[in-house]
């Protein structure tokens, strides 16, 4: 935890509310993001239990497995999720525009601008929380595997159709969500967790009423106090007033309630599917509805204030503006979205288990160039950003109190101009060490030369060593000016690109060779736990 | 007591090198791998192994992590065999490498491989041998600190070349990644590993070896390290307990930095304990205290005497190292010395300062002060290169009551399915260091 996040929830303490830790949005928000609040069950890896998803604040659908252990309740389930989710990604799919990528030409060799269709926007799913973000990735992965009858007419237990598509989907949503800065999958603790700092500990922040408690208390109380009451208050039947965001539930709620509601569920099957006559059958089957109905009833109670209070946090950060490289990062989120589009169309088959090596270290090649450029890019977005970094000592800010123009001893003399700078903070500035500031969008350097007078008069002596122009006098507006105020970083503004790896198939023999020929992947064996 | 006898650290060392180089120069395995202690000569090794490839005929590219590792072996090289054409590949950066390299006749350096075609020995950093294409690979390579290498810098250069010699110690910093990899933990080929892990899960044939004796550490040192940090793969000091000694002209004064001065001359050891606080990074007082130290140190006129030279050497400034977990407590030590007037003393934390040696360092202790105990501050390695970089004494100075942390924070990381499980975890090598310690302790409240 940096410094000043440190203070800002000392303050956020002492004040009993949350400090912003942000001036500006850092995540790109979607005008119609699709909210998803899953639940699922106890002791049950992967069984979902239930779920409210839309993109309708007033309009949730509710999704619930009456017997999370049943398979055939279990891919009705996800054949209704399908039905909610494929069409909203679909509707982003075909809106395109032109866009220019460079590709590898085949018979040349050479790099290439290549005109591809770029999605004009992309779907966005929000989760309540970081364990939602899991949960997504799980019925991903349980779901890609699966075949329809229409694959495959031999496979014992055939998915619905579109319950494998869903499947991809989702992991490509989860996959995504590794990368820092990206959008489309986003878990709401997170963004609030990016913009607020609360009085209590990152932990605790995972728990979305406890949190939002903090940021938006209610009149007449402390978040202290409120978020307390979020996390332990219990009605008289000692059930938690704030349920947990999932999608694991409460102790209490799964015995006091659940399970009593699904015992009374399936006697009611049971006892439907003994009836001896179609007048029996008649009652045992209303019998089983009227079961179902108290199972989505209780369903419904655990998830709608979750279900709420995602939309609070989505009107909390609306309200902030939109940073200036927000745009940017969403714009690869676009190309990602459309990238995995061409894939499902082109009928590629779903993504692997596991990663080949150089899949997997491009990946994280890929996820540390990300960081690193969310990282800068975050702090010259926002001054508040930057203040925890000058606080750190990776950024200075001051005034220009001196600038005398020098030229570099080579053959054609370019400008080398002496920048004295007074600054109040404390960099850690080494030998020659470089610094960036932003002209214009863009990172001009220069070199630290080195102090004048004492450490406490915080006279910088700084050397400019580019973006001048290519002439002997540098151009105008590119040598900053006495009584400018300037801020510099030690960090580098723009990433550089990593080395290229090897292709999969040309993987070296420290690695294990080349992978082979993708073979296509089978569904995971049925255990005794799939028949229950 | 037959067998202490016959050991002789010379001969043991020189046995395991030679066996290292007759299976690099005439074994038929692709890959031969070395462990090496702190100071058990791996650089020369690494000099020795190139300059025997080299006469050989076989065109040797080496692969070294940093800049300054780059530039230290091409001078060892130039300075083993001046006649030697050396290639010095580097990054197209404003100085890209040490001016020194400038002085030597025989080394050619460029920022393009091709320019570099054809002589024996071509050396530069993993990040740049990743950018290089050839058509024809190097039969030769050699990896340098190939356990600090991440598993995907080792995938990037390994087209390069036929077949290497991997060089490192064990028991320093793992690499590490900005970002979370758990999803491939457990993959051999797991991106964020070290080279070295991937590499022999999926050639365990190769031919694995040890260079047995640390002669930078002394004997005080080397039975610590070796059981704290290296348990299994125990190894020794080159000298015995008398042969190096420090002394001070200026008798101590009484202060407990002066005490534990001399404490550490006497055994090796010392541990400056400051009264039990919880404290932010840069504790102010445990700062001032590092730096008083430093400057006791080269106020008292301290000589060492060691195997190197008959006559006792000044303890000067570049001869002391302070290290520290943190880079922001670097700066803060750095600021201290500046103001108490003690120029040129390295000061750097526990990732800049491995392989690098010094005759006394004083180390501000990586939990000195801590509310919790994380798996950074808990990382073996860290401890390690902290605890192995002098040849004469070191000085750990401390908050008290990190015995009663690590009892209050046992580690508690994930296992990871198929991962090698690191022995010893840092949570006992800290607990062993801290043991060992508590018998040169000086109390003191500044």
Known sequence: ?532 | MTTEAAFDPGTAATRATDAILRDTLHGSARGVVVDSPPGAGKSTLVVRAALELAEAGRPLMVVAQTNAQVDDLVVRLAVKNPELPVGRLHSSDADPYDKVLDELPNVRKSAKAAELGGLPVVISTAAKWAHVKVDEPWRHAIVDEAYQMRSDGLLAVAGLFERALFVGDPGQLDPFSIVGGEQWAGLSYDPSASAVSTLLAHNPELPQHRLPVSWRLPASAAPLVSDAFYPYTPFRSGTGHGDRRLSFAVPADGSGTDRVIDEAAESGWGLLELPARHTPRTDPEAVRAVATVVRRLLDRGGAATSELSPDPTPLTADRVAVGTAHRDQAAAVRAALAELGVPDVTVDTANRLQGMEFDVTVILHPLSGRPDATAFHLETGRLCVLASRHRHACVVVCRAGVGDLLDAYPSTEPVQLGTLVKFPDGWEANHAVLAHLAEHRVAWRP
């Open chain 1, 1 to 532: 935890m940096s410094l000043i996040t440190t203070l800002a929830r000392l303050e956020a303490v002492t004040t009993g509310r949350a400090r912003p830790t942000a001036t500006v949005r850092h995540r790109h928000l979607s005008e119609r993001p699709l909210v998803f609040v899953p639940l699922t069950t106890a002791g049950e890896a992967g069984a979902p239990l239930g779920a409210l998803v839309g993109t309708d604040r007033d309009a949730p659908r509710l999704l619930v497995v009456p017997q999370p252990r049943d398979r055939e309740l279990r891919f009705a389930f996800l054949a209704e999720l399908a039905d909610v989710v494929l069409p909203y990604l679909d509707s982003y799919a075909d809106v395109v525009e032109a866009a220019e990528r460079s590709e590898t030409d085949p018979e040349t060799g050479r790099r290439v601008k290549v005109e591809v269709e770029l999605c004009a926007d992309a779907p966005q799913l929000i989760v309540p929380s970081r364990a939602g973000v899991d949960f997504v990735r799980l019925l991903g992965r349980s779901m890609r595997f699966r075949r329809t009858a229409e694959q495959d007419p031999e496979t014992p237990y055939p998915a619905p159709p579109r319950v494998p598509l869903l499947g991809r989907w989702l992991t490509h949503y989860g996959e995504r969500s590794r990368v820092p800065g990206s959008s489309l999958l986003a878990a709401m603790t997170e963004l609030l967790g990016r913009h607020w700092a609360t009085g209590q500990s990152s932990l605790e922040d995972q728990h979305l009423g406890a949190q939002l408690a903090w940021i938006a208390p209610p009149p007449g109380e402390t978040g202290a106090e409120a978020a307390l009451r979020a996390e332990l208050a219990r009605d008289a039947a000692g059930q938690l007033l704030c349920p947990p965001a999932g999608p694991a539930t409460d102790p209490a709620f799964d015995n006091k309630l659940l399970a009593p509601a699904i015992e009374r569920y399936d006697r009611a099957r049971t006892a439907l599917a003994a009836a001896e006559d179609g007048l029996q059958a008649d009652d045992r089957l209303g019998a089983l509805t009227a079961a179902e109905r108290e199972i989505r009833e209780l369903v419904r109670s655990r998830t709608l204030p979750t279900w709420d209070k995602v939309w609070e946090g989505l009107d909390l950060l609306r309200a902030l503006p939109e940073g200036a490289h927000v745009e940017e990062r969403w714009t690869r989120d676009r190309w990602s979205f459309t990238g995995h589009r061409d894939r499902v169309v082109a009928g590629e088959p779903p993504q692997p288990r596991r990663d080949d090596a150089v899949t997997a270290a491009n990946k994280l090649a890929g996820r540390e160039r990300e960081q690193a450029r969310l990282e800068a890019q975050e702090a010259l977005d926002d001054p508040l950003v930057m203040a925890g970094r000058r606080l750190a000592g990776e950024a200075f800010a001051g005034e220009v109190v001196d600038v005398v123009m020098a030229y570099s001893e080579s053959k054609r003399p370019s400008p080398r101009p002496l920048v004295t700078v007074r600054t109040d903070d404390r960099p850690h500035l080494g030998e020659r060490a470089k610094v960036f500031r932003s002209l214009g969008g863009k990172p001009q350097a220069a070199e630290f030369v080195g102090r004048d007078g004492e450490e406490e008069d915080g006279l910088l002596v700084l050397r400019i060593v580019d973006k001048m122009g290519r002439g002997k006098e540098p151009e105008a507006g590119s040598v900053p000016e006495k009584g400018d105020r300037l801020c510099f970083t030690l960090f580098e503004h723009e990433q550089r690109g990593g080395a290229k790896l090897p292709d999969p198939e040309d993987t070296p023999w420290t690695h294990g060779g080349p992978p082979g020929e993708q073979v296509p992947e089978v569904p995971d064996s049925v255990t005794q736990e799939d028949v229950l």
